[in-house]
C-alpha cells in the first residue's frame, strides 16, 4: 500500500479554502483534516505555508499532433511530463480525424500514441466531416469510450475546417446523446479571404498572422455556433476565447438563460498582438497561434470574463513546434504552423497575474484551473476536488516561490517560451499524481506510460434539462 501524508497546508478547493492534512492510499484521497496520523511506512510532505489544491486539468493541449505539414515537438510522455512539471495532473487532448478518415481509425490511433503519457489524459475528438457512419462512430464514442465532447474546427479551410452542415448534424448528434460540443470559433472562409488579401499588400511576414485574422473573424464564427447551439437547445462550449467581441457574445447569451461556456488560454490574457511585430522572423513566428494574440485591452476584457463567471476554464492549447518548423513559413505567413506552448507555465502565470493582482482568490483560481473543467467535462469530483474518494491528483502551491520562465530551463520539448523572461510568484513545489511524488522541488519523476485514459461519462441531468426546456417552447400545434 503507498501511502502519501501531505501535512500543514491549507488546502484550497473552488468551495473554500481550510487548514489540514491530506492522506492519499494507492492513488485516491482517503482522510482530509486536522492532525492526521501518517500510517507505518508513508511518505510526508511538509506544506507549512503552502496551499494543497487540486491538479491543474489543461483541457486544451495537443501533444504529437500532426499539423500544416509537421508534427508537435511535444509527444504525450514529453507534453505530460512538462504538464506535471507546473503543477498539473490531467490534460484533455484531442483526436482530429482527417476529412473522411473514420472516426473510430483515428481515436485508436490517438489513444495508441497517448500510451506513453506520464499524466493522467483524455480525449474530446473533432468532427470535420459528416456522414451517418460518423454519427454511429459518435455514439460509440460516447457510449462504448467515455468520450463526451466533439469539437468543431470552423477554421483551416481545406484542412480540417466543418461546415455548418456538419456543424449542425453534430451539435444534434451531440445533444441526442448526452455530449458537450465545443468549437474553435473562427469564420475560416474570412481568414482564406484575409490570408490572400494581405499578401496581396505585400504583407508576407508573421505582422500579417494577427491581420487576416481580426477579432470580429472570431465573434461572427462565435455569435454563429451560440446561435445554432441555442436553436438546437444544446450547451455549447467554446475554446480559446481571445477578445472582447467573442467574451461578449457569450456573456450575452448566457444573460438570456443560454448553457454557453467560455475557455481562455493563459497565453491570451498576458500577451498583446505586440508580439507579431518583432523584427527577428523566428521570435514574431514563434507566437503564431490562432486566435492570435489580441491587441492590448482585451487580455482585460478576459479577465473580467473569468472574474465575472461569464468564462469559465483556462488552458493553454499546448502545440510546440521548432523554429525549424515554423520556418516553412518564412515567405508566407499563412504556412508558419499554427502553435504556441504553455502546458507548464499556466498556473504559475496564472496565479501571478490573477491571484498575486487580486483579480482571483485562491478558490477561484481553484474553480479555473481545474474544477470547472472537471464539472463542465463530468470527472468531478473524481479530478478538480481535494476530498475523500476523489483521485490523489494535487499540487502543493509555494506562494512565495519565484521563478524566471525561459526556454532554457523548460521540460517541454519547444525552443521557445511565449513567457520568456516573466518572474512569477506562486510555482509548485510538489506535484502528486495518483498518489505519487513526480515532482518535487524542481526535481521532475515523471513516469512514461504511467498515465491512464480517463473516460468521462456522458451527461444526464443538464441536457434533460435542456431538452426539456426545448419541449417547453415548442410551437402548439394550430388547429383548423
Ligand atoms: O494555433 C493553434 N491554436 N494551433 C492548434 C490548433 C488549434 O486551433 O487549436
Ligand atoms: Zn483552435
Ligand atoms: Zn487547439
Redesign the pocket.
Known amino acids: 500500500m503507498t501511502s502519501l501524508l501531505i501535512r500543514g497546508g491549507t488546502v484550497v478547493n473552488a468551495d473554500r479554502a481550510f487548514v489540514a492534512d491530506v492522506l492519499t492510499q494507492d492513488g485516491k484521497i482517503v482522510a482530509v483534516g486536522e492532525n492526521l496520523t501518517a500510517p507505518p511506512g508513508a511518505t510526508v510532505v511538509d506544506a507549512g505555508g503552502q496551499y494543497v489544491m487540486p491538479g491543474g486539468i489543461d483541457p486544451h493541449t495537443?501533444m504529437q499532433l500532426p499539423?500544416m505539414g509537421t508534427t508537435t515537438m511535444d509527444d504525450f510522455f514529453t507534453g505530460t511530463a512538462a504538464g506535471m512539471a507546473g503543477g498539473n495532473t490531467t490534460i484533455i487532448d484531442f483526436v482530429i480525424p482527417n476529412p473522411q478518415q473514420p472516426l473510430m481509425e483515428a481515436y485508436t490511433t490517438w489513444r495508441e500514441w497517448a500510451e506513453k503519457s506520464a499524466s493522467d489524459y483524455s480525449f474530446h475528438v473533432a468532427i470535420t466531416w459528416w456522414d451517418e457512419t460518423v454519427k454511429r462512430d459518435m455514439g460509440t464514442l460516447v457510449q462504448q469510450e467515455g468520450v463526451n465532447s466533439f469539437k468543431h474546427?470552423m477554421a483551416y479551410k481545406n484542412a480540417i475546417m466543418c461546415d455548418d452542415e456538419t456543424l449542425v448534424n453534430s451539435f444534434k448528434r451531440a445533444l441526442e446523446l448526452g455530449a458537450m460540443p465545443t468549437v474553435?470559433a473562427e469564420n475560416g472562409e474570412l481568414v482564406y479571404l484575409l490570408q490572400a488579401e494581405v499578401a496581396k499588400m505585400g504583407i508576407s511576414g508573421p505582422e500579417g498572422h494577427p491581420l487576416s485574422r481580426p477579432p470580429m473573424v472570431e465573434a461572427e464564427a462565435a455569435n454563429r455556433a451560440i446561435a445554432i447551439a441555442d436553436v438546437l437547445n444544446v450547451p455549447i462550449y467554446v475554446?480559446?476565447v481571445s477578445c472582447m467581441e467573442a467574451a461578449d457574445a457569450i456573456a450575452r447569451a448566457r444573460a438570456r438563460g443560454q448553457r454557453v461556456y467560455g475557455e481562455v488560454l493563459a497565453g491570451h490574457l498576458v500577451l498583446d498582438d505586440s508580439v507579431y511585430r518583432h523584427p527577428d522572423f523566428a521570435t514574431a513566428a514563434a507566437h503564431v497561434?490562432?486566435p492570435p494574440f489580441r491587441p492590448v485591452g482585451h487580455q482585460e476584457a478576459l479577465w473580467r470574463g473569468l472574474q465575472s463567471g461569464n468564462l469559465h476554464t483556462t488552458a493553454t492549447?499546448h502545440?510546440t513546434f521548432c523554429a525549424a518548423q515554423k520556418a516553412a513559413g518564412k515567405d508566407n505567413f499563412a504556412k508558419i504552423p499554427?502553435?504556441t506552448g504553455g502546458v507548464e507555465e499556466r498556473l504559475a502565470v496564472i496565479w501571478d497575474a490573477g491571484v498575486n493582482t487580486g483579480r482571483l482568490t485562491p478558490s477561484e483560481f481553484v474553480a479555473i484551473t481545474s474544477a470547472n473543467t472537471a464539472k463542465l467535462f463530468n470527472i468531478y469530483p473524481q479530478k478538480g476536488s481535494v476530498s475523500v474518494g476523489a483521485d490523489a491528483d494535487l499540487v502543493v502551491w509555494d506562494p512565495a516561490g519565484t521563478k524566471t520562465l525561459s526556454a532554457k530551463t523548460q521540460h517541454s520539448k519547444g525552443d521557445f517560451n511565449i513567457f520568456e523572461g516573466r518572474t512569477v510568484k506562486g510555482i509548485p513545489s510538489h506535484t502528486i499524481s495518483q498518489g505519487e511524488l513526480v515532482f518535487v522541488q524542481g526535481d521532475l519523476r515523471a513516469v512514461r506510460g504511467k498515465g491512464r485514459y480517463i473516460k468521462r461519462p456522458a451527461f444526464s441531468s443538464n441536457f434533460t434539462a435542456a431538452a426539456l426546456r426545448a419541449e417547453a417552447l415548442k410551437p402548439t400545434a394550430v388547429k383548423r
Do not use: A, T
Request: charged letters at 10%; a negative charge.
Open positions: 495537443h499539423f474546427f474553435h475554446v480559446h497561434m490562432s492549447d502545440c499554427n502553435g
